[in-house]
């Protein structure tokens, strides 16, 4: 499994920014895929995941009402909707796929990584 992950740039506090993760290859075999971020100093942490076939949507409390993921079946993308951007959102975003059954927000339990896409939001 392959994911491109796109998106990201610069902008002001209070704007939108929508990242995409498109997958390629044994794509059948993805459960879940989940963005992650990582900002200098800091462990990457969980964002947001959604199951392959749709559904099963959890988010991370500080991004909860303000992002939204969904699912294209067609494209095989996952895309991450962000408003109301915050200085504290700027980091190194990254999505990433898990074949477990049990969905997870632990960055260690998902096999395939995309490339990261920065996120830079300015006060």
């Known amino acids: 499994v392959q994911l491109q992950a796109s998106g990201g740039g610069l902008v002001q506090a209070g704007g939108s920014l929508r990242l995409s993760c498109t997958a390629s290859g044994r794509t059948f075999s993805i459960a879940a895929v989940g963005w992650f971020r990582q900002a200098p100093g800091k462990e990457r942490e969980f964002v947001a995941r959604i199951r392959w076939n749709g559904g099963g949507t959890h988010y991370a409390d500080s991004v909860k009402g303000r992002f939204t993921i969904s699912r294209d079946n067609v494209k095989s993308t996952v895309s991450l909707q962000m408003n109301t951007l915050e200085p504290e959102d700027t980091a190194v975003y990254h999505c990433?796929?898990?074949?477990?059954?049990?969905?997870?927000?632990?960055?260690?339990?998902?096999?395939?990584w995309g490339q990261g896409t920065q996120v830079t939001v300015s006060s």
């Open positions: 990433a796929a898990d074949r477990g059954v049990v969905l997870t927000t632990v960055p260690l339990r998902y096999e395939y």
